[in-house]
Nanobody, 122 residues
Framework: QVQLVESGGGLVQAGGSLRLSCAASGRTFSSYAMGWFRQGPGKERQFVSAVDWTGSSTYYADSVKGRITISRDNAKKALYVQMNSLKPEDTAVYYC???????????????WGQGNQVTGSP
């Protein structure tokens, strides 16, 4: 098992940058593929980005491609997402999640963090 805790959210002006972190506990973090999802007001949770267990293969939703970068540090048991050129429509609760292999659907992830609010102001 793995426990996940996100941090780093907050209020950012449009065009600004933010980095979210996800700290994992448990001995098997490096064996999991990891993902970031977000849930905006009145919307379903949606895929944002994913990375394989090595960190070498990354995947992005079209809505964020070119603006965010996912990365991981297995030695630190940490997952990150650097978000640039933030837009008001990026406002959402962001979740990190773990799964056995890279997946893109909410239902295919086994472990979730509690979520962290990111608000992009106009």
């Amino acid at each position: 098992q793995v426990q996940l805790v996100e941090s780093g959210g907050g209020l950012v002006q449009a065009g600004g940058s933010l980095r979210l972190s996800c700290a994992a506990s448990g001995r098997t973090f490096s064996s999991y593929a990891m993902g970031w999802f977000r849930q905006g007001p009145g919307k379903e949770r949606q895929f944002v980005s994913a990375v394989d267990w090595t960190g070498s293969s990354t995947y992005y939703a079209d809505s964020v491609k070119g603006r965010i970068t996912i990365s991981r540090d297995n030695a630190k048991k940490a997952l990150y997402v650097q978000m640039n050129s933030l837009k008001p429509e990026d406002t959402a609760v962001y979740y990190c999640a773990a799964t056995a292999r890279v997946r893109f659907r909410v239902t295919e992830y086994d472990y979730w963090g509690q979520g962290n609010q990111v608000t992009g102001s106009p």
